[in-house]
Every structure is written in C-alpha cells, then in structure tokens.
C-alpha cells in the first residue's frame, strides 16, 4: 500500500471526534435518486468507506445484504452502539466482519477488498468515499470498486469540486473530468444533479465555492 496514505490520520479522527463529514440522518440524495438502484432490484449493496452512516440503516431496509467497508474500529463501534445493535463478531484478516440480520460492516482496508473476499454487487453507494481518497490512488480505488461490480450493475456517486488552491483535503476536489476519466472506459456515466452547497465548515476552512455532484454509473 502506498507509503502516502493516512491510516493513522483516519483512526485520529475518529479518536479525537473530527467527524464532521457525519450526518445523522440517510444522505438526502440517496433517498432522491435511490430509484436508479431500485430499478435494477439489487440483492446486494456495497458502501466503500462507511463510516458511521446512517445510509446503512436506510439501505438495509430496501436490500437483502448491504455491506459497508471502514477502516476504523472505533466507527464501527460506534455505529453498532449507536444503533443499540449487538453484532455478531468474525475477526479474521484482511477484515474482522461485523453483521447483525443482511448488514455487515467489514472493518479494514478498502483496498484490500476483492472478489475473493466477497461475492460482486449490483448496486453500490458512494457518498464522500471517493473524495475521501488521496489523487494517485483513485484509479486503483475505482478498479477496485468496479471489479466488484457485476455487469449492469449500478453505482450512485456523490463527489464534491472546489478551488483546491483554498483548502487541501480530505474531502478532495473531485472535477467532473476526473470523474468521466475514472468510469467513462468501465461502463455509461451520467450527471444527475450539480449543486452549490457550501456548508459553514467548508466555508471556515478557506472556500468560496462548493459544487456537490451526483453520478449514476452503470457497469457493462
Ligand atoms: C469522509 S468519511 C465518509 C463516511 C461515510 N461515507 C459518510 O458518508 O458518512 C470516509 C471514511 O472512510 C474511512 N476510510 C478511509 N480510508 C479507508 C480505507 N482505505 N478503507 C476503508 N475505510 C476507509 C474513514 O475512516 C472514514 O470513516
């Protein structure tokens, strides 16, 4: 794995409670756009770099499996405790697996995740996953992610853009370019909705602007 990338700075976040990319409620594009995913009557539901999201909540109301990826233990924890769930506990490597019912959270690397690991997925949920991820090692992020995916399966991405001389990361400034370079050659890649959405913690952190993007992909 690449000697750049900030595993320890992920678990101090956690640690100290810098979460401010949390919401305690389902992401509202999702609920918007969820119909996309619908359509195709997923089985199974990936969501790369979870967190603590309440999206898993949501989701695993609608699809028989949904299953979450997060680095940090103190997340899933979290997650769990929150929810008044006890789960059930595999550990094991690359990941320790967290279930309760058709939800599984499996804590570890992403980037560690393949078809060995876990059967393919016909939907998939992106909300400040990609963006998450420094830039060198997004194209190895999005094979990983397609790999996983089965053909016409369908991935609903949310990605932010600003002036990345103002703030550094993460949440990274994620063009429409780069995102069209990332998927275009894997399968069918349309805009759903752009949006200005400066919130004050960006605001605070440097940026005057903030366009918030949501893409449905679908895989051939
Ligand atoms: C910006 S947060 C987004 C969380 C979630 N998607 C949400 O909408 O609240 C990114 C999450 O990914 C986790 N993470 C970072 N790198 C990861 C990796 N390589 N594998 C799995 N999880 C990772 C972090 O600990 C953090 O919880």
């Given at each position: 794995?690449?000697?750049?990338?900030?595993?320890d700075?992920?678990?101090?976040?956690?640690?100290?409670?810098?979460?401010?990319?949390?919401?305690?409620?389902?992401?509202p594009?999702?609920?918007?756009?969820?119909?996309?995913?619908?359509?195709?009557k997923?089985?199974r539901c990936?969501?790369?770099?979870?967190?603590?999201?309440?999206?898993l909540v949501?989701?695993?109301e609608?699809?028989?499996?949904?299953?979450?990826?997060?680095?940090?233990?103190?997340?899933?924890?979290?997650?769990?405790?929150?929810?008044?769930?006890?789960?059930?506990?595999?550990k094991?490597?690359?990941?320790n697996a967290?279930?309760?019912?058709g939800?599984?959270?499996?804590?570890?690397?992403?980037?560690?995740?393949?078809l060995?690991v876990?059967?393919?997925?016909?939907?998939?949920?992106?909300?400040?996953?990609?963006?998450a991820?420094?830039e060198?090692?997004?194209?190895?992020?999005?094979?990983?992610?397609?790999?996983?995916?089965?053909?016409?399966?369908?991935?609903?991405?949310?990605?932010v853009?600003?002036?990345p001389?103002?703030?550094?990361?993460?949440?990274?400034?994620?063009?429409?370019?780069?995102?069209?370079?990332?998927?275009s050659?894997?399968g069918?890649?349309?805009?759903?909705?752009t949006?200005?959405?400066l919130e004050d913690?960006m605001r605070?952190?440097?940026?005057?602007?903030?366009n918030?993007?949501v893409?449905?992909f679908?895989?051939?």
């Amino acid at each position: 794995m690449d000697q750049k990338y900030d595993f320890d700075g992920w678990s101090s976040r956690w640690d100290e409670d810098r979460i401010g990319f949390h919401v305690a409620k389902p992401n509202p594009f999702l609920l918007q756009y969820w119909h996309h995913l619908h359509e195709i009557k997923p089985k199974r539901c990936l969501v790369p770099l979870c967190g603590k999201s309440l999206d898993l909540v949501w989701l695993s109301e609608k699809v028989e499996t949904v299953i979450g990826v997060e680095l940090v233990e103190k997340a899933v924890l979290d997650f769990f405790r929150e929810q008044q769930i006890i789960p059930e506990i595999q550990k094991n490597s690359p990941f320790n697996a967290y279930s309760h019912q058709g939800l599984k959270i499996l804590q570890g690397n992403f980037f560690d995740l393949n078809l060995e690991v876990e059967d393919s997925f016909q939907a998939v949920f992106d909300r400040a996953s990609l963006v998450a991820i420094p830039e060198e090692l997004r194209p190895d992020y999005v094979q990983g992610l397609t790999d996983l995916m089965g053909a016409g399966s369908r991935l609903l991405l949310i990605c932010v853009d600003y002036d990345p001389s103002k703030m550094s990361g993460p949440p990274y400034s994620v063009s429409q370019n780069e995102v069209e370079n990332l998927f275009s050659k894997k399968g069918t890649l349309e805009v759903l909705e752009t949006r200005n959405n400066l919130e004050d913690r960006m605001r605070e952190r440097g940026l005057e602007w903030l366009n918030e993007s949501v893409y449905l992909f679908e895989k051939n």
